[in-house]
């Protein structure tokens, strides 16, 4: 039963998030970054799930959030139930793994382990009991397991079972078949026959070759046995497992809220800020941070964050960002995306302060890489990428272009990228757009005036410090014209490549 | 005889070419694999790469060889044969080497081990001491090398026997080019002579009626009350293997089922590795007299070429894989060549076409493509045109020519390089740990690294994530600098305005004769653009017909206003200004 991150009556939105999106805004990265560890991993498949634009789903999470961040007991109480959820989860399978690999002999005694578990059950619901949330979320929890601890299923769970398995009592004898490989080492076996103690003595037609008993055969036969009848016991799993569906599905909803508290707590170490954007109408097609960063430069271990402020215009503005190569405009862009995704599943934005209006859909298009698409043409690829986006375009888009067009003629460029940004505008959509094309940015206005409905433009640029007669980065973006220059050069230099010929020849 | 020989003149490498920096891009992976089918994609161009050399004889040895087995297809099916006797052989020969001790258990110690066992299993009982003795006695496995010893030596008589009658009978009588393929003609016939197969062939038929191998066996594990293991007993040997499902597998399924449980993994580590030798140990022991009788009768049958014959594992899968490259190419009509090598030109190519499209595809347009010595071609063209393909073919050209491999084209030569470095637009990096440029500036500074005047650069649309003009003139810089140092370079680029700069620049530099322009053409139909996909030397023509490309998907005004004005968007379609956009006027 999901309560955590949908109000009661709600549930997920069956529109698919794009595939694009998620691989240019490097959800997964962000995705195994937030994972509250290897083993409850999410992927950003499910997170983009969470993706909603419902303004009382987020209001509900944000809520069950706060209570996350609030209290931090809630973490441990949440931990315990996950471990205990698990149980049920990877006993699917039925083997046991680890320790019971030294374990000497093999148990068909399921009840030791259910004793286990229930007793987790049963302390997960005293910890959160004592918990004093304020979350609609956690309260339905609270009510949960507070239903399942006192129900009668868990009080006759252990007897049920019981009766269930008397079978495996006493084997005298059990035979197990081994297949060769083609370099004949055993590569196979099973389970053949259990056979009961037996009554007398053999005859001698019947006797066998006793082989030489060591401790590592004891030790090893019976690791082998309790391999098989784990194999045996699956049917009794596939019983238990079924009876407890239910409470599978808070699994995902556990580890999201234990992945906003690792997420945060990473920004807080960092002496960055957190907060829950506050929700404006979808209409108002609002975007207003102050001191918002990219998460991802976090990941990367980048010793400098630097914050900006970012605001779009009230009814949507496509703002078009150039200035020098490697001065952060791609850093600004995906600090605008990651934000909004962030904002749109209910999770803290990575900003002091953010005030977000749901958008429909976040549309990215980045330049392909040359070497998976050189072939096949980096132009067509890209057009196709374009061609998806506006399939999907609406006037509650946000488009994020990162220098997109550029593997033609820069005349080209310059006028395919003019009709797309008309387009984009007059739809209504908002958003970035990243280009060295300068004229994109200082012709806007031309372009304002012949389509006058839609979203505006607004023109970004890096700024630069001129510092002795050298350039130097601040990663800060202000609004502006832009200035006319890239510095490739300069990247040149400090990549260093020095081409030898440059100077005399120009001369 | 000695397999290197077949792939290097006196069985000695020599020379080389560093294709690693260019793999990515050039496809190397995906074309090594269509050489080496049987390898995977690591394995296929880790072999190619040690096989490549910038060494004029090892490339025509290779070649002649090549052409001594397009015109004997028997000779081509034995080596394909024997490629699959090989890697049987190589496990079979590992087998013996490593079970040697299986070599030293006789009769006589069978029937004292049984004794043996007899008193230590009522040592056991006794004292801690003979529970000691019976451990490492376990632990002793020559009855476990007995049974693989001679099952391993069983199998390698067989594959020695049948691989040296292929040899034999393929090359038997046949004239060849190769003095290389003459010499194996005339080993494989030594063999035959000399361990005198026939004979042996037909006493491993006689042993295969006394025994048929062993393929499972059963363990009767007792146990007492509490569960503890308190006994072993060996229930079975068997020919046949256990079948799959086990009694609680859901019924329908056809398969034979026997036992409780379907098969399981056996662990294949830890205390399960040496478990495996104990119980082998045991089935060895249970069926050590039939052992020992086939040990003795298999070691009388002499298999003295086999070390040589092992050797030839790399030359077969190198020839076979050329080989089958080159029917496939002749058997759909393309061009074939064997590639002469000068030092007149980088490369000169005449109706060349795509390797991997020429071996899979619809035959790709034959082009001419000649690259003088250390100079420069500017290849330019519409969008999707082609060029690309043009260029990574020539990547290719060079790296099949300098494993020695034929080529489809009509004529070919090529001086051998020593490295292949390519640069090819870079796309946002994974991790975002930098910007495309400076992904573009590291890949550069690396190339710069590893480039000397024997090398050859392949560029592909790079500098394009910054703004033309500066791109366009780091791309001339780029050049120029290696023109000056006599390093040959080949650039596909839309920045068409860099032609003029460029010729200055090789003008001053005094090699304007080394420069060229060549153009991928198109022509305009009714229909709209036509690809041609044949290149020309002509100067870099204005326009890339980028919206051709980007209207076949879709990407037009019209077409998107339309489609969103459909869905409901107000886009006001007859807007006036949206004609203002159409003319660029905006």
């Not at chain 1, 055969?217 to 699956?234: C, H, I, P």
């Not at chain 1, 549309?363 to 072939?375: E, H, K, S, V």
């Amino acid at each position: 039963m999901a309560c955590l991150l949908y109000p009661a009556g709600k549930g997920p939105a069956a529109s698919p998030f794009p595939a694009q999106t998620i691989e240019d805004l490097q959800l997964g990265r962000l995705a195994k970054a937030m994972s509250p560890s290897d083993y409850y991993r999410l992927t950003p498949e499910e997170l983009c799930a969470l993706f909603t634009g419902d303004e009382e789903v987020l209001r509900h999470r944000q809520a069950v959030f706060r209570d996350v961040l609030r209290f931090p007991e809630l973490e441990s109480a949440m931990e315990k139930l996950l471990d205990s959820l698990d149980g049920w989860e990877s006993r699917g399978g039925s083997r046991r793994g680890g320790a019971d690999a030294f374990a000497v002999g093999f148990s068909l005694d399921e009840f030791t382990w259910l004793d286990g578990y229930l007793k987790k059950i049963d302390a997960a619901w005293r910890e959160f009991d004592r918990i004093p949330v304020e979350s609609a979320g956690f309260r339905a929890l609270q009510g949960l397991l507070n239903e399942l601890r006192n129900s009668k299923r868990y009080q006759d769970a252990a007897s049920d079972f019981k009766e269930l398995c008397p079978g495996f009592s006493a084997p005298a004898r059990m035979r197990l078949g081994y297949n060769l490989d083609n370099e004949l080492k055993p590569s196979r076996l099973k389970l053949l026959a259990m056979e009961p103690p037996e009554e007398g003595t053999r005859s001698k037609s019947a006797q066998k070759r006793k082989m030489m008993l060591t401790q590592r055969a004891v030790e090893t036969d019976a690791m082998l046995l309790q391999r098989v009848s784990a194999q045996a016991s699956q049917d009794i799993n596939t019983f238990v497992i079924r009876e407890t569906a239910a409470l599978r599905g808070l699994r995902k909803e556990l580890i999201v809220c234990l992945a906003v508290r690792k997420l945060t707590r990473s920004w807080e170490e960092a002496g960055l800020p957190a907060c829950f954007p506050e929700l404006r109408p979808p209409e108002e097609k609002a975007f207003r941070a102050k001191g918002l960063f990219d998460p991802l430069l976090l990941i990367s271990d980048k010793e400098l964050v630097v914050s900006n402020d970012a605001e779009l215009r009230q009814g949507g503005e496509l703002l078009i960002l150039t200035g020098a190569n490697q001065g952060g405009k791609t850093v600004f862009l995906l600090s605008m995306g990651l934000g909004q995704w962030l904002a749109q599943l209910g999770f803290p934005a990575p900003a002091a302060e953010a005030a977000v209006s749901p958008a429909e859909n976040i549309l990215t298009i980045f330049a392909p890489n040359g070497q998976r698409y050189g072939r096949k043409g980096l132009l067509a690829e890209e057009a196709g990428r374009i061609a998806s986006a506006m399939e999907n375009l609406t006037a509650g888009s946000m488009v994020l272009f990162n220098e997109p067009l550029t593997s033609t003629g820069p005349e080209e460029t310059k006028a395919i990228s003019a009709e797309v940004i008309a387009v984009c505008m007059a739809a209504g959509a908002r958003g970035v757009w990243v280009t060295h094309v300068y004229e994109l940015a200082s012709h806007r206005a031309s372009l304002e005036e012949a389509l006058p409905w839609g979203s505006r433009l607004g023109s970004l640029r890096i700024v630069l410090e001129e510092v002795g007669g050298e350039t130097r980065f601040t990663y800060r973006v202000e609004r502006g014209e832009p200035k006319g220059y890239s510095h490739a050069e300069d990247a040149l230099r400090r990549g260093g490549i020095h081409l030898s010929d440059v100077p005399a020849a120009r001369a | 005889m000695n397999g290197n020989e077949l792939l290097r003149p006196g069985g000695e490498k020599r020379g080389g070419l560093d294709a690693s920096l260019a793999a990515e891009d050039l496809e190397l992976t995906r074309l090594s694999q269509l050489l080496f089918p049987g390898l995977g994609a690591g394995e296929a161009l880790e072999f190619a790469f040690g096989l490549l050399t910038d060494d004029g004889e090892t490339i025509r040895l290779r070649q002649e060889i090549l052409g001594d087995l397009l015109d004997h297809p028997a000779l081509r099916e034995t080596m394909e044969k024997l490629r699959g006797i090989l890697e049987e052989l190589e496990t079979c020969s590992r087998g013996v080497r490593d079970n040697l001790t299986g070599m030293k258990v006789s009769r006589l110690d069978a029937a004292v081990d049984g004794l043996k066992k007899a008193v230590l299993k009522l040592e056991k009982n006794l004292s801690q001491q003979g529970a000691d003795i019976l451990e490492e006695n376990a632990a002793d496995n020559r009855y476990a090398q007995l049974l693989r010893f001679t099952h391993f030596r069983r199998r390698l008589t067989a594959l020695y026997a049948e691989a040296i009658g292929l040899l034999r009978s393929s090359t038997r009588g046949e004239k060849f080019a190769s003095a290389s393929l003459r010499a194996l003609g005339e080993w494989a016939e030594a063999c035959y002579e000399k361990d005198r197969v026939a004979e042996t062939e037909k006493a491993l038929r006689d042993l295969d009626v006394e025994w048929k191998g062993v393929s499972a066996f059963a363990v009767d594990v007792c146990l007492d009350a509490r569960r503890n293991v308190v006994g072993l007993e060996m229930a079975e040997v068997r020919q046949m293997p256990y079948a799959r499902p086990g009694m609680l597998e859901a019924a329908g399924s056809g398969e034979e089922r026997s036992g409780v449980t379907s098969l399981l993994q056996f662990p294949q580590t830890g205390t399960g590795t040496l478990f495996q030798e104990y119980l082998l140990s045991e089935v060895g022991y249970e069926v050590r007299s039939k052992l020992t009788r086939l040990r003795e009768s298999l070691t009388k049958l002499p298999v003295s070429g086999i070390e040589e014959l092992l050797t030839l594992r790399d030359a077969l899968r190198f020839y076979t894989g050329a080989a089958a490259f080159a029917e496939k190419l002749r058997s759909r009509g393309a061009p074939l060549c064997a590639p002469s090598l000068t030092e007149e030109v980088t490369f000169r190519f005449r109706e060349a076409m795509l390797p991997e499209q020429s071996c899979t595809g619809a035959l790709p347009v034959p082009n001419d493509l000649t690259l003088s010595k250390g100079g420069s071609i500017l290849m330019t063209g519409p969008n999707s045109s082609g060029k690309t393909c043009c260029l990574i073919m020539a990547g290719q050209f060079l790296f099949l020519g300098q494993l020695g491999c034929l080529l489809p084209a009509k004529e070919a030569s090529f001086s051998p390089r020593d490295r292949l470095l390519t640069l090819f637009a870079a796309g946002e990096s994974e991790t975002g740990e930098d910007s495309r440029m400076g992904l573009e500036v590291q890949r550069l500074g690396l190339l710069q690294e590893h480039m000397t005047d024997r090398s050859i650069f392949f560029f592909n649309e790079p500098m394009t994530s910054t703004s033309a003009t500066e791109g366009g003139q780091i791309c001339v810089d780029l050049l120029a600098d290696l023109a000056g140092k006599g390093v040959p370079s080949l650039l596909v680029t839309h920045f068409n305005h860099i032609w003029p700069q460029l010729r200055e620049r090789f003008d001053a530099l005094g090699a304007s004769d080394k420069l060229q322009s060549l153009v991928m053409t198109s022509e305009e139909t009714e229909d709209g653009l036509r690809y041609l996909y044949k290149l020309k030397e002509a100067p870099p023509p204005p326009s890339s017909h980028a919206r051709a490309v980007v209207a076949a998907k879709g990407v037009t005004l019209e077409a998107m206003v339309e489609a969103l004005s459909r869905r409901g968007l107000d886009m006001r379609a007859g807007d006036p200004g949206w004609d203002k956009v159409r003319r660029g006027a905006v």
